[in-house]
């Protein structure tokens, strides 16, 4: 974390102690605030072009049986957190929960019985403090490389993301606290497959086009997400999302896009609506000649009895999405629907090995053909 | 991989290919032998201290209804092989398929169906040539990160892993190629979580220590278990593995130092027969003051009607192994069965974050309390 979030979010930490110590003193039950999470409070910011919470609130009191312990426990992680921070730690949210794990003094409890009670709480203190929990110096697992022209400072390092051979740079847990130093980049390319981006690396793509791959590996992580969008946003780059043609990958390109409902409170800071697929895309079957490579959906389709289900039900699902009611976006998912196929970014391979690298991708660029 | 090693590789599949070509000349059958990879055929190699194929083998014939299909689809992946490697690229086993996958001209049959029946082919190939798929040239999904006093060459880039921030260079799938220039390391250590990993980095660890950390993120992949031997091999480093003291802490230790049963023929260049484990161990538990902070094991105890299953089992299990023979290793997991209980090495941290890297590591190394 840079400094100054850092200083903004230990001030959240000590008003939500200084407001608690005020209701104590005032004779109060001891309560704090936080947004309703459950589904009937997401909304999609159409201006932001995020998931976000709505302004449902709910309130967690000392002084009621039901809500007793999770005060508590919110207390005892609220205070670590700002330990955390004042240390310049960072810790895992299982370190946190051995950290936090003990009986209480006087009583024959423990503060935290599993992991199971302090991750909710970890989460009730994000949205409560509108804090995401790298901000709090909580990390995920970290998932993700980085390759391409730009140079980071990370902790003191200046690492040139140009000169990492092969093995790229491991995308960490939090990256809120990279400086982004230099760069000749034109671009940022998130593909979705680790074998994807080895053909694009081993083919010297980021060199040739200028481009900064990011390897998601699947579901990116929290951390490649926030790259994402730092890399946007500060640098004004354009972000262009490389995933299969099909409901997981487009479901990834959502996720990147605009954020996903179970974790609705952190869309704007983990999401970039900027963003656009640059395929697989449903055409690319015909206008590059892959219809022997495509794989059949799984599950019934729409028409068949007891259908939609599997990737068809997944398709129709996203077809709802309000994020996809662009007009390319339903005809997209109705073509999928229609044909019954999915198309994987590695199927170009069946062309030859450096078909994407110096044709497919170029072209696509060049012609701004993406998906909104 | 280096040129040396590639042009072994090039000669075997070419005398795989000249051997089939002369048995067509002389009017036999064409075929070609493979070790048998059924676990009647896996062996503990004593001397070795890992796991290996016996002596028996099969052979494949193409004038063989039930083999003609698979003999074509491992002549077809052979001189595939053969064009990466002269190429110099690599491929995942996905793109391979799809490099493969076309209609037979004159017949209404594909080579390959589906990656179910590339992939099995593939390892038959990887024994018949006694080469691991990475030297020919085929990757697997990439995994782990490194941090340390070492500069490696990768692609013609020099990377000094000691200046890559809390991010960390990002283990490929294939190492062999990297050449490692200069180093300042006393150990490897290979460790299980990434969120005890996180924690070494920040305390400084690596340097302080002048510890090589690895990040195996659960079980390791092909990358990281080569790189281990590697690192071990040419550098001549001890190779400390530090796992959470459990049955899948101590299976993840085993595979790193003897191999695995079903990738048995591979133990060789993947694992460090000379690898001890650090920790967790179940001492670790009253020598450090952990009681309060150990989980249950799962399943039945051995003592318990239906038992023994689950974690139970497979401690069980392991006792059996020909390399966990060791009166340290049998009372290890005889105390874990007793006990009922596990410890993960992110308990730790009930003392304080800092005490993994200040003290029970440090510790350890000092009094060389290892397991064998």
Request: net charge negative.
């Amino acid at each position: 974390m840079k400094l100054e979030e850092d200083d903004m979010t230990v001030e959240k930490l000590e008003s939500l102690g200084d407001q608690i110590i005020e209701q104590i003193k005032n004779g109060e039950n001891p309560h704090f605030e936080k947004p309703v999470r459950s589904r009937s409070n997401v909304e999609f910011d159409e201006t932001e072009g995020v998931l976000t919470l709505g302004d449902s609130t709910s309130k967690r009191y000392f002084m009621n049986i039901g809500q007793a312990r999770s005060f508590m426990q919110t207390i005892l992680i609220a205070q670590k957190c700002k330990e955390l921070i004042q240390e310049g730690r960072t810790a895992s949210v299982r370190e946190l929960y051995y950290q936090l794990k003990h009986t209480i003094p006087g009583l024959d409890e423990n503060t935290l019985e599993d992991q199971e009670e302090s991750d909710p709480v970890i989460v009730d203190l994000e949205t409560a403090l509108d804090s995401l929990r790298e901000q709090l110096h909580l990390i995920a697992e970290p998932k993700g490389r980085l390759f391409g022209p730009i140079t980071i400072e990370d902790q003191g390092d200046e690492v040139n993301c140009l000169e990492l051979g092969k093995s790229g740079l491991g995308v960490p847990s939090i990256v809120d606290d990279y400086e982004f130093l230099e760069h000749d980049a034109d671009y940022v390319l998130v593909v979705e497959t680790a074998g994807m981006v080895n053909r694009l690396v081993e083919e010297g793509y980021h060199k040739e086009h200028n481009a900064i791959i990011l390897s998601s590996g699947g579901q990116p992580s929290r951390g490649v997400r926030r790259l994402t969008n730092l890399l946007h946003n500060e640098l004004d780059l354009p972000v262009y999302i490389f995933t299969d043609g099909d409901p997981w990958g487009y479901y990834i390109y959502s996720v990147l896009k605009a954020g996903s409902m179970n974790l609705a409170f952190e869309s704007t800071r983990l999401s970039t609506p900027d963003a656009n697929l640059i395929g697989m895309t449903i055409e690319d079957i015909d206008e590059y000649d892959l219809q022997g490579v495509t794989e059949k959906l799984k599950g019934k389709a729409p028409d068949q009895k007891g259908g939609p289900t599997g990737d068809y039900k997944r398709a129709k699902d996203m077809m709802e999405y309000e994020w996809f009611q662009h007009k390319e976006w339903q005809k997209q998912l109705q073509d999928m629907i229609d044909r019954g196929v999915r198309i994987e970014q590695q199927a170009l391979a069946s062309k030859k090995f450096e078909f994407v690298a110096e044709t497919y991708l170029p072209e696509k660029i060049e012609r701004s053909n993406f998906l909104p």
